[in-house]
């Protein structure tokens, strides 16, 4: 079975501060996908990464990071210098080879000015 | 390209009452699904399929039906409204026959209220 956890319902930074959003995944194959999506209050779904199993390679898109490690099952997402325009809620999602994508509960991210 | 539309935005049912949720992609995707949105509980999967005349279930397909005639469309009949199908639905759409495993492209979401 699949599972995806974000245990931070939600956080609150001041903007300039960085923050990390946890994932933790759950799946039995060896061959499987990750993503990221941001949902900002307007209600669209915007992908923002998608990394498969074989590349631990950490990743960065300008202040966008993430974190990839199989050893404990985790695919984390820091926003360095938080903007305003973070706010949204972010979800991680998981989709093994062949399976459907199964999406964590999600993160609420405020920035404040 | 339009993209993932979804038609309507809004609605507002009645308990009992019926209704299709449209959904259409211009990019000749193969996999497409429908999603519901609720507080606290992420995306599940309702259903899903991976080309035209095949459809499948997802997790929470009680109460749901689908159909897909054609590659383009992909519509989502509730049959008989109920409260508990209060949410917002997405539909999705992905490139190739592995299109499950590849970015889902999302429409712009279709609030729903059963009252």
């Known amino acids: 079975a699949q599972k995806v956890t974000q245990a931070q319902t939600e956080i609150s930074v001041v903007e300039k501060e960085d923050v990390t959003l946890d994932c933790v995944y759950e799946?039995?194959?060896?061959?499987?996908?990750l993503f990221w999506y941001k949902q900002p209050p307007s209600g669209e779904l915007v992908f923002l990464i998608r990394?498969?199993?074989?590349?631990?390679q950490n990743e960065i898109s300008g202040r966008y990071s993430w974190n990839f490690q199989k050893s404990t099952s985790s695919f984390n997402f820091t926003i360095t210098a938080s903007q305003v325009v973070d706010s949204a809620v972010y979800f991680c999602?998981?989709?093994?080879?062949?399976?459907?994508?199964?999406f964590g509960p999600g993160t609420r991210l405020s920035v404040l000015p | 390209n339009a993209g993932v539309t979804q038609t309507p935005k809004f609605q507002v049912l009645k308990t009992g009452q019926s209704m299709t949720l449209q959904c259409a992609q211009d990019?000749?995707?193969?996999?497409m699904s429908w999603y519901r949105q609720d507080p606290g509980m992420g995306l599940r999967l309702i259903h899903y399929?991976?080309?035209?005349?095949?459809?499948d279930q997802g997790e929470v397909p009680n109460g749901y039906n689908v159909s897909r005639s054609t590659t383009e469309d992909f519509p989502l009949r509730l049959l008989s409204a109920a409260p508990s199908q209060t949410s917002v639905y997405f539909c999705?759409?992905?490139?190739?026959?592995?299109?499950?495993?590849?970015?889902?492209?999302f429409g712009p979401g279709t609030r729903l209220t059963v009252l």
């Open positions: 990019m000749n995707h193969e996999y």
């Open positions: 999705a759409s992905s490139p190739g026959t592995s299109g499950r495993n590849n970015e889902q492209f």
């Open positions: 799946t039995r194959d060896t061959t499987y996908y």
């Open positions: 999602a998981l989709s093994s080879l062949g399976q459907n994508f199964v």
């Open positions: 990394r498969n199993s074989f590349d631990e």
């Open positions: 399929s991976v080309g035209a005349g095949i459809t």
